[in-house]
């Protein structure tokens, strides 16, 4: 799936955004809560206002686990292996790239308004592997 | 009939004032064929889509890009009967293309990505919104006809 030149690229990427992990988040929780509604069913005991601390800490906990996730790219599903138990067996985020499709649009949305040109059409593709590895690697003891 | 604010409107308006078809267009077709390469089975007779530099510079998909965003515009133009605008398009891609719908989710949700890199910051989440619900229906009303 990944190959080498993937890998470098998403960390290359990935260290552009040098501090600006909760930022990033809490703008792709937003966008993706305000773009796609169903996908507040998920939150109903969180404040979804706008800039809400709730939004921010979550997208920086979600932001942070993406980033464990770029150091381990050879092993993502043992790196993943705790939230892929979470999501499984507490959260069961519905796992037919519902909601995590949306969370993958939209966090590449915000890289792409903070990247510019620099968000390549290789970056992209590379990006949009990786999200997708991921979804997969959580779904992954759905049943 | 799908419903849309006036914010909406103003919204898709005032990103569609600012755009170049044609450079939109060509990035969001060469990023389709780039980011999901299967969809090039429909492009057989575009020549070199052999890497990524290969296809960017492409002129075939260039001109082509040029056309579906243009045809984009018709529908923005016509928001109000989006499916009427596309049913010979629809028609077109279920009989003569035979083109699987969830193509138009992937190439709009593309488009979005490619405004989102050319406007920044600019690109709110509002704009994002309204933009996703647009290419979805679009991607919609070109379905709707397929049988």
């Known amino acids: 799936m990944l190959t080498a030149e993937d890998k470098k690229l998403i960390q290359q990427v990935w260290g552009k ?15 993706m809560f305000h773009a796609y509604p169903p996908t507040k069913t998920y939150f109903p005991h969180f404040d979804l206002s706008q800039g809400s601390d709730q939004i921010r800490g979550h997208g920086k906990k979600v932001v942070a686990a993406l980033g464990t996730a770029i150091k381990n790219l050879e092993n993502l599903s043992q790196a993943l292996s705790e939230l892929s138990n979470l999501h499984a067996y507490n959260l069961r985020v519905d796992p037919s790239r519902f909601a995590l ?24 593709s590379a990006f949009d592997k990786l999200l997708s590895a991921v979804a997969a690697v959580l779904a992954e003891k759905y049943r | 009939m799908v419903h849309w604010s006036a914010e909406e409107k103003q919204l898709i308006a005032s990103v569609w004032g600012k755009v170049s078809v044609e450079e939109c267009g060509a990035e969001a077709l060469a990023r389709l064929l780039i980011v999901y390469p299967w969809t090039q089975r429909f492009f057989d007779n575009f020549g070199n889509l052999s890497s990524p530099t290969a296809i960017v510079g492409n002129p075939k998909v260039r001109a082509h890009g040029k056309k579906v965003l243009t045809s984009f515009g018709e529908a923005i133009k016509n928001l109000d009967n989006i499916k009427g605008t596309y049913s010979k398009l629809s028609e077109l891609h279920c009989d003569k293309l035979h083109v699987d719908p969830e193509n138009f989710r992937l190439l709009g949700d593309i488009l979005v990505i490619v405004l989102a890199s050319h406007f920044g910051r600019d690109f709110t989440p509002a704009c994002q919104f309204a933009w996703q619900k647009l290419v979805s229906v679009v991607a919609h009303a070109l379905a709707h006809k397929y049988h």
């Open chain 1, 17 to 31: 955004l040098g501090g600006a992990e909760e930022e990033v988040g809490a703008d792709t929780l937003w966008r």
């Open chain 1, 101 to 124: 499709q949306f969370l993958a649009q939209c966090l590449q949305v915000v890289l792409a308004v903070r990247l510019g040109k620099e968000y390549t059409p290789e970056v992209h």
